[in-house]
């Protein structure tokens, strides 16, 4: 694909979500519009994403300009900020769903074993078509990846993301809702395709080397793509769905999200249990397990003195053991008084 396609995928993704020009040192003609808020993060390599290592950006200009950038969220957030900054890159922060400003988006991604990626012309992209009954949705652009391919399935309008008196985000809830049943669409035409990624987090940035296959008439409304998902929920839900208790857009998660927390040291109350009590909460809030690690890596990434891997991952299915349903309260109420405190 020509450098121009790619440049025009990524204006289409942000659409109006996103400023167009830098604040400072833009090199584009003003055209009178007003500045708006939000930004997104890019990263330079798998190692550096993984590292939390990127830069944000508050405009669409800079992610034009984002040469040799290989990661980056589609889907615009409030804001961006840094833990740390380095001459280059910085340690990001603030690419969690809650601080969502508007989804454009969603991507899917398929992921092959090494050495099993078949070539474009070999692959079968009708995988990504998505039809039921009368419904037909195709992705707006296809990317190569090193082990795969990733569909960009972009909306004809941003869904804005706005916090209710009680606390929750409808939009974010339905928004994701459809992320899972477009993925279960597709894993069942194509069982390489990663289920449990973050719905909007980080993905490939289109580019002239990555970017096999553009269809920009493919852009369905939300409100198409949500009677869909409910659609086809209804008809493979076997049960009822258990009533839980949002606790994940609470004041005292929050605190415990942004705190920086030491090791245990005198009350006991170290990262270990601040990690615990975060995914005990996401639990208790109905949170897929899988969703749960990804906050939990990018939590422990953040940190000062980050977690092992394997203790993530242990805490994490400590928390979806079910063992804590009794001393869930307790261990929140202590964690919250000795870290916040």
């Known amino acids: 694909m020509r450098k121009t396609d790619a440049a025009d995928a990524i204006k289409t993704i942000l659409g109006e979500t996103l400023s167009t020009r830098r604040y400072k040192h833009s090199v584009l003609v003003p055209d009178g519009t007003a500045r708006k808020n939000g930004a997104v993060f890019v990263c330079w390599s798998k190692d550096l994403l993984r590292a939390a290592q990127g830069v944000v950006m508050t405009s669409q200009e800079a992610v034009l300009d984002a040469?040799?950038?290989?990661?980056?969220?589609?889907?615009?957030?409030?804001?961006?900020?840094?833990?740390?900054?380095?001459?280059?890159?910085?340690?990001?922060?603030?690419?969690?769903?809650?601080?969502?400003?508007?989804?454009?988006?969603?991507?899917?991604?398929?992921?092959?074993?090494?050495?099993?990626?078949?070539?474009?012309?070999?692959?079968?992209?009708?995988?990504?078509?998505?039809?039921?009954?009368e419904a037909l949705f195709e992705p707006t652009y296809i990317l190569s990846t090193p082990h795969g391919y990733q569909a960009y399935y972009v909306m004809a309008a941003p869904v804005w993301i706005r916090r209710s008196e009680d606390g929750r985000y409808p939009a974010l809830a339905s928004a994701k809702r459809v992320s899972q049943a477009i993925r279960t669409a597709v894993a069942n035409q194509n069982v390489y395709t990663d289920t449990g990624a973050n719905d909007f987090g980080f993905f490939r940035l289109p580019s002239s080397d990555n970017l096999v296959e553009v269809d920009e008439d493919a852009r369905p409304t939300f409100a198409a793509l949500q009677a869909w998902s409910m659609a086809v929920g209804g008809r493979q839900q076997a049960a009822p769905a258990k009533r839980v208790t949002d606790q994940v857009h609470t004041q005292w998660f929050e605190a415990l999200t942004q705190a920086q927390v030491p090791c245990a040291q005198g009350s006991g109350y170290g990262r270990n249990n601040t990690l615990l009590t975060l995914c005990l909460a996401q639990y208790a809030s109905g949170v897929s397990e899988a969703e749960a690690f990804d906050y939990a890596d990018q939590w422990s990434s953040f940190q000062h003195q980050p977690l092992r891997d394997s203790e993530v991952r242990a805490i994490v299915r400590s928390a979806y053991s079910g063992r804590y349903q009794g001393a869930n309260m307790r261990l929140r109420a202590g964690t919250v008084r000795a870290v916040c405190a």
């Open 67 to 133: 040469d040799g950038a290989s990661h980056w969220t589609p889907n615009v957030f409030r804001y961006g900020t840094y833990e740390q900054r380095g001459p280059k890159f910085g340690t990001i922060r603030g690419h969690m769903e809650r601080n969502l400003k508007a989804i454009t988006t969603f991507v899917v991604d398929v992921d092959y074993p090494a050495g099993e990626k078949p070539d474009y012309a070999d692959f079968d992209s009708s995988c990504f078509t998505i039809q039921q009954g």
